[in-house]
DNA sequence: CGTCTGGTTGATACGACTCAAATTTGGTGG
DNA sequence: CCACCAAATTTGAGTCGTATCAACCAGACG
């Protein structure tokens, strides 16, 4: 029995928005901070799970915020083959300023049925002239992202199918806490194993493989699209998992809800 | 008998700063815009070769631009293993508004002598502030660097060994001529076959191998830190290379000097 | 000269892939 | 509530790409 169907619906633990509650791991947020966020946040959509919304090739119009849901952004080889380079969760832009470039170089798609915010140019450049402390948080969301795509560069390149799995599951897992949406070593997790496949370079049965001898080894329970870490510490330590590369430890809040590798 | 030792020296097409060529490639730049650069690029420093410039978890002070040579960024791995996550060629910033940041969760090194420009956060606050072109032209240059990461997570991930060497081969030739320092299919290649292990995840041996089979199928040569690429377009075939990730299409003067499959 | 770094070669091992099929799960409609 | 179907997961057998280990060679350097 998981907690999911216990409360029967979003796993979520507090209700302040994802992106506040993503930025205000940067920086504590004003009262004028959060209005702005609101009001640029007003203009949503909803896509459908697997259905792609933006596409390679496409003219940039707007920065998107993942509002609730998770998505995915990949690139597509001639030869069919696909690699996903980053998941998106609640709270996280798809690129701030993508508009400064003619064309998509990859696409996104939804992997849960995801909320987003549809922002324009215009009130970007009116948040980042009026508001320069979420200017500021805004590079810092960036310098994470770049941050994060230079850690599956490493993943993909240098560690072995059991380390790169554990690896993205603990990132993820960390991830979610730090908006609030995970705890006590227990997520959502609704990435399929062919996903799996795609963000690991692998292909499916492996991973599968792979994610039992996981499971055997102890660290973790994963069924039902839950993800149950038992032993967060010896993952860590399996998969070579630095947080620092998350940069989650600027002010005194460093981790301020929990402890890294406690609870 | 290369291009290098007829010239006996740097491997240079044109005289102005990497910096501007690599920029204008996005936008015409103001003759103020270019003396702003050069007013930054005031304080220099020169790093041998193979020798760190920034280290894992120092805390960022400067925003280093490189005016000649190459580096590497590259993350290490408890156990020894590393990965290079990404090239610095002459006009490259490494990380605008790093400063943001606590700790650095990479290190920076020299692959030749290199000469970095060092700027502070408040030369760099001035520029911003004063020019929006330039700042303008600066989020670009993000943006790509982001496209470029993602892209050579797809080449860890999908592609075989000799479509990745390939395809980084690639990569390299059309950034080196996009800031006027190759030609006619040829540049100066300083990466010892170790380090294209290190930034592709093969081992040196295979990367040795591999090379052999490029030469073998007539696709390059390359020795004495010299590439020639033979045949460009079967290249970017074989290794499935799509120029739109680098961005070099912004304004009608893409690809100005020469067109890309061509020359 | 000897030493060192970078490049090359050969023999062998193994991690991950391929192909193919079976099983389970989750959703849908009768 | 059950029958059905598609998607996701699991299993098995055989192959292949890349790693490993161990030499050896060439040129650069002090």
Redesign the interface.
Same mark, same amino acid.
């Given at each position: 029995m998981t907690l999911r169907t216990l409360v029967g619906g979003e796993f979520q633990f507090n209700s302040e928005p994802a992106v506040a509650s993503k930025l205000e791991a940067f920086t504590r947020l004003s009262v004028d901070d959060r209005a702005a966020l609101a009001r640029i946040t007003h203009n949503t959509r909803y896509v459908d799970p697997r259905r792609d919304l933006v596409s390679?090739?496409d003219r940039p119009r707007h920065v998107h915020l993942v509002m609730d849901g998770w998505g995915a952004?990949y690139?597509s080889?001639?030869?069919g083959?696909?690699?996903i380079?980053?998941i998106f969760l609640p709270g996280d832009f798809c690129?701030v #300023?993508?508009y400064?470039?003619? %064309?998509m170089? %990859?696409s996104i798609c939804a992997i849960t049925r995801m909320k987003v915010a549809m922002i324009t140019p215009e009130e970007m450049n009116a948040l980042t002239t009026e508001r320069p402390r979420l200017t500021?948080a805004l590079?810092?969301h960036?310098?994470v #992202?770049?941050?994060v @795509?230079?850690?599956?560069?490493?993943n993909?390149? @240098?560690?072995t199918a059991y380390e790169r799995l554990g690896h993205l599951l603990v990132e993820l897992y960390v991830r979610l806490r730090a908006i609030g949406r995970a705890n006590h070593n227990r997520c959502d997790f609704p990435l399929t194993q062919n996903d799996l496949a795609d963000a690991?370079?692998l292909t499916a049965v492996h991973v599968n493989r792979t994610l039992q001898e996981l499971r055997g080894d102890g660290l973790i329970e994963l069924e039902r699209r839950q993800l149950h870490i038992l032993d967060l510490e010896r993952l860590m330590g399996a998969s070579?998992f630095n947080p620092?590369?998350l940069?989650l430890?600027?002010e005194e809040q460093a981790f301020g809800r929990e402890r890294l590798t406690s609870g």
């Open positions: 390679e090739g952004r690139k080889l001639p030869d083959k696909r690699q380079v980053s690129d #300023n993508v400064i470039l003619r %064309h170089d %990859h500021q590079w810092w960036e310098l #992202n770049a941050a @795509q230079r850690e599956w560069t490493l993909l390149g @240098q560690r690991t370079g070579m620092n590369y940069h430890d600027h």
